[in-house]
């Protein structure tokens, strides 16, 4: 069960959930998307806010909060365009917020599920995620809330798990956080 | 140009300064307090209502939070002679996401805020708090404006007409 203290040591088997996990979105939109960079540390909460640059920049986050033996919150973010090119891929449409909302929490599902199950059947555990949660706002309001969560006090270091994923092009960008906890 | 005030970090000034920032407000909150008679405002972005370590009186960060600022940033005032006839403009304090295991940290950062406030005899003029969005929050220490600005929406002034800094003479 990858505690925060442990995380390094597994970096490996979590590399193979990471492109487990690009693999899950390539073959749901049809379309190749490779990883450009993986990282393993931990970050005090100031750097966790500005992760993906400017802290006003609208994303869109997708967020699974894991229950069970692998506990921790897992989040894919992308730009705004992109989720538009996302919702498109998968129903055709980008009519309806609604659908486009619930097709985002879908692709979440499946990409987070992919990485999940990697690591959960590697530790032979069980990984239960809750519903996943699709925001639009500001990168530094999501990911401060999210830090502010994750972290016991602001003072402590968050550990994150980041890949980001890139479709040939470079016109696309996917960011997929996981961010570990000891289980309650 | 503009200076960003990031997590627990905070400012005192004059008017004459540039504008100071506070970028993509969640849970946290950006607080304002302003002297009517000097023009000397503070500004803090509070992350947390109060120090989790409840040992630690004084967690030598007090910008960072609710409980600790207001006095803090009073007490830098007071060392401008700036600590009277005061008001405040408080912005942020959104609950992002719906956590499970957690409590709404942004609405205890309000609760905790408006105590704190009260306790200290200073009046809130003017708020942006609560609800599902992030916040960017803009204090411009020369004209005594406070701006806000949501995500996929106008930016908004917040400064009550009758509390900007009018006629002020800048150095």
Known sequence: MPAPNNVRRIAPLLEGALTCAGDSLSRLVSEVFSPLETDIATQSLAEFTTLLGKED??????????????????????????AEYLTERLIGDNSSPDMAQSALGELGNIVGSAFLNYVADSFDCVAAPTPPQVVHDMAGALLSSLGVHVASTPDDDIPVIYTSFSNKEKA???????????SS | MSNS????????????????????????????????????????HI??????????QNSGQPARYGREAVPFLINEMKEK?????????????????????????????????????????????AEDVGGRKGRTLRWNPTTGMAVVTVVGTEERELTPVSEQFINVVTE
């Open chain 1, 57 to 82: 920049q609208p994303v869109v986050v997708i967020l699974l909060e894991v229950h069970g033996d692998l506990y921790g919150f897992l989040a894919i973010i992308v730009a705004p365009q992109f």
């Open chain 1, 172 to 182: 696309f960008t996917a960011n997929l956080l996981w961010l570990p906890q000891e």
């Open chain 2, 5 to 44: 005030i990031g997590l627990g970090e905070y400012r005192v000034g004059h008017p004459g300064m540039d504008e100071w920032t506070m970028h993509g407000l969640g849970s946290c909150i950006g607080l304002i307090i302003a002297c009517r008679k000097t023009y000397i405002s503070a500004a803090a």
């Open chain 2, 47 to 56: 992350v947390l209502p109060m120090n989790p370590s409840a040992q630690e």
């Open chain 2, 81 to 125: 002679r700036s600590a009277e006839d005061l008001f405040a403009i408080m912005v942020g304090g959104a609950r992002m996401f719906q956590f499970t295991m957690v409590d709404d940290i942004g609405r205890r950062n309000i609760e905790e805020l408006r105590g704190s406030l009260h306790r200290a005899g200073v009046p809130i003029v």
